[in-house]
């Protein structure tokens, strides 16, 4: 038998949720490891320390940061692809998974620091997948007290602020919309099996339907996506197939690149053209909502990454994408 590929993670981690289900999906043989503070000694060299952390049977390094994973999978393994055929429906499942990392992401962190029971909830989650169960109770407590305190004071980093509550919330409510319209028991954006981009909201979508306001919203608002998370999470069992190159994509497609157009993507522009000019904060208007944050360097390459993957499609490829990519607002920012 080949050996594994072992995968440490955290529950209540949406990266690690997001690549655990891409492993079960793709049924590549894998070793789900709970990153606890046992394991931390083994990986303390590794940069930066965030998770999931991959290591492959055949090299001892590890991997961070789940979309270099997801591609370097599709360099390893043919089967049971989670990229698109069609080079436009390709794209567009990237853009969508980018979305889902690095705007839905700032959803998941807002409902889980800002209301007073998803802080407790959530750092009392944490702890108890890092300590033992022999752990005295008020050490238990003091390390989530830690957890709740250090994560609280990272709100503003990422924008999770008062001032912004209202264009967060309204991006996770228009993401539930988007997808309550279309998913369900094979249901996915691009056919009968899932995308990259499925997998980068679902990672999301499972902490958010964990976490208790956000999980009271989800069901009030979208009880179909709840159901489709929790069958997402292990699609071992599933045999689809994708949509074919002249099909009706569905309107949640189209919903999810309107908010790449008027939310995500506008602000990584906003962001790249912040840290070009020595800004020190990002201020512009989403939703017909004010938003501000300090500009993060990461996110320029997000965009970089974006407008080199829409600079490959070439001819009928690229025509096809601009359709689908102006009424959105997409396409003024991927051209640059």
């Known amino acids: 038998?080949?050996?594994?590929?072992?995968?440490?993670?955290?529950?209540?981690?949406?990266?690690?949720?997001?690549?655990?289900?891409?492993?079960?999906?793709?049924?590549?043989?894998?070793?789900?490891?709970?990153?606890?503070?046992?394991?931390?000694?083994?990986?303390?060299?590794?940069k930066p320390q965030v998770i999931p952390m991959v290591q492959f049977p055949d090299d001892v390094a590890w991997r961070v940061d789940s979309t270099p994973i997801a591609q370097e999978l599709e360099q390893r393994h043919t089967e049971r692809s989670i990229l698109p055929e069609d080079p436009v429906h390709r794209?567009?499942?990237?853009?969508?998974?980018?979305?889902?990392?690095?705007?839905?992401?700032?959803?998941?962190?807002?409902?889980?620091?800002?209301?007073?029971?998803?802080?407790?909830?959530?750092?009392?989650?944490?702890?108890?997948?890092?300590?033992?169960?022999?752990?005295?109770?008020?050490?238990?407590?003091?390390?989530?007290?830690?957890?709740?305190?250090?994560?609280?004071?990272?709100?503003?980093?990422?924008?999770?602020?008062e001032e912004n509550r209202p264009v967060i919330e309204e991006t996770f409510a228009r993401t539930v919309d988007a997808l309550e319209s279309h998913v369900g028991l094979s249901g996915y954006l691009f056919g009968t099996r899932p995308s990259i981009g499925d997998f980068g909201l679902f990672g999301q979508l499972r902490t958010l339907a964990d976490d208790p306001t956000s999980m009271t919203e989800m069901r009030r608002r979208a009880p179909t996506v709840v159901h489709w998370v929790r069958q997402t999470d292990d699609?071992?069992?599933?045999?689809?197939?994708?949509?074919?190159?002249?099909?009706?994509?569905?309107?949640?497609?189209?919903?999810?690149?309107?908010?790449?157009?008027?939310?995500?993507?506008?602000?990584?522009?906003?962001?790249?053209?912040?840290?070009?000019?020595?800004?020190?904060?990002?201020?512009?208007?989403?939703?017909?909502?004010?938003?501000?944050?300090?500009?993060?360097?990461?996110?320029?390459?997000?965009?970089?990454r974006l407008r080199s993957l829409y600079g490959r499609l070439k001819g009928t490829d690229k025509a096809r994408a601009d359709a689908l990519l102006s009424p959105s607002g997409c396409l003024e920012v991927l051209a640059g």
């Not at 080949?2 to 070793?31: C, E, H």
């Not at 998974?97 to 690095?102: A, L």
């Not at 009706?248 to 906003?270: K, M, N, R, S, T």
Request: proline share 5%; glycine share 4%; with cysteine.
């Open 1 to 46: 038998m080949t050996d594994p590929i072992r995968l440490l993670g955290g529950n209540g981690s949406p990266y690690s949720m997001k690549m655990r289900a891409i492993l079960r999906y793709r049924r590549l043989p894998f070793v789900w490891e709970l990153r606890t503070l046992a394991t931390r000694a083994e990986t303390a060299h590794v």
């Open 91 to 161: 794209f567009l499942a990237n853009l969508i998974e980018d979305m889902g990392d690095e705007w839905l992401t700032k959803a998941m962190f807002h409902y889980r620091w800002f209301y007073a029971a998803d802080r407790d909830f959530a750092s009392w989650w944490i702890a108890s997948d890092n300590l033992p169960a022999a752990t005295p109770l008020e050490e238990r407590r003091a390390f989530a007290r830690d957890i709740c305190e250090r994560q609280v004071s990272r709100m503003p980093i990422v924008g999770c602020t």
């Open 235 to 304: 699609l071992s069992g599933l045999e689809g197939d994708w949509v074919t190159s002249d099909a009706e994509l569905p309107q949640a497609v189209h919903d999810l690149l309107a908010i790449c157009g008027q939310a995500y993507l506008p602000f990584l522009a906003a962001n790249a053209e912040a840290l070009e000019s020595g800004a020190e904060e990002v201020r512009m208007t989403i939703f017909d909502r004010p938003y501000a944050q300090a500009p993060f360097r990461y996110q320029v390459k997000c965009l970089s």
